[in-house]
């Protein structure tokens, strides 16, 4: 036998014996169920990294995850910034939204490729409404007063609204760090009118934030009950996902389980 035939035999039968390991290994791996993809969205004066706590969680359980970062610029650039995330994914997509994030994914979610919405401690608008449709019904929420426009139209939070109002159950330095990275939001996006909300041919789900002092508790639970939401209620701030993050993980996952 020649050398060139002895190494090639040494192949085959290497290629040979590792064939049936692929295969067993893949027959152990579980198929996941439901939507495998999760996209979520922020809301004002945040960015992508309000999820930071999430996404380990989500990943390590095999989703594919992106973090959206809207430019909180206008309602459309915004919807525009997640639809552009919804396309890289491979299939069907849960889509999370946080506080306005909920306006963003309401009007997204008419992406076909959307198959169930999920609002945490969001603002849910029915066709034609803006922010401020969707809010006036109920009494404003105490962390409104703090929001600070400044000379080019965008919309900052103040320390105090974010210390009492936005993140009153974190840590001091976690506040200060909150306040010191806040996105400033466009004021325009608040009067600004989605087309045609999603929810009402999606499965939705609602996290209740019951010490939320940005979008009242009262309003919340209205929201879920428009929508028919299955909903969670935890004794948070305005954002669970940083504060309760394991809990509104299994949230998430359960959701996408189920879709």
């Known amino acids: 036998m020649s050398l060139i035939n002895h190494f090639a035999s040494i192949a085959m039968l290497a290629a040979t014996a590792i064939l049936p390991l692929s295969q067993d290994a893949n027959a152990k791996t579980p198929a996941m169920k439901g939507v495998k993809n999760i996209v979520l969205v922020h809301g004002a004066f945040a960015d992508g990294s309000s999820w930071a ?9 095999g989703y594919n995850v992106i973090a959206v ?8 650039d915004d919807v ?3 639809k552009r995330a919804i396309a890289l994914m491979d299939g069907p997509v849960l889509l999370v939204g946080h ?10 979610g008419n992406d076909p490729k959307v198959a169930g919405l999920l609002y945490v401690c969001a603002l849910v608008p029915n066709d034609g409404q803006s922010v401020i449709d969707v809010t006036q019904a109920f009494p404003p929420a105490p962390g409104s007063s703090e929001f600070k426009p400044d000379a080019s139209g965008f919309l900052s939070l103040s320390f105090k609204g974010i210390d009492q109002y936005f993140a009153q159950d974190l840590p001091e330095e976690t506040r200060k760090t909150i306040y010191a990275t806040q996105t400033p939001w466009a004021a325009k996006a608040t009067t600004t009118k989605v087309t045609k909300a999603s929810w ?3 499965s939705s789900w609602f996290i209740i934030g019951l010490d939320d002092q940005m979008v009242p508790v009262d309003l919340a639970k209205a929201e879920a009950k428009m929508i028919n939401a299955k909903t969670l209620e935890l004794k948070s701030s305005h954002i669970p996902m940083v504060s309760q993050p394991k ?5 998430i996952i359960g959701a996408a389980q189920q879709l």
């Open 99 to 108: 506080s306005y994030g909920g306006m963003v994914i309401t009007e997204a």
């Open 53 to 61: 706590n999430i996404i380990p969680m989500l990943q390590s359980k």
């Open 80 to 82: 525009a910034a997640t």
């Open 69 to 76: 970062q809207n430019p909180l610029t206008s309602l459309e």
């Open 247 to 251: 809990k509104v993980a299994d949230f």
């Open 200 to 202: 009402k041919d999606k």
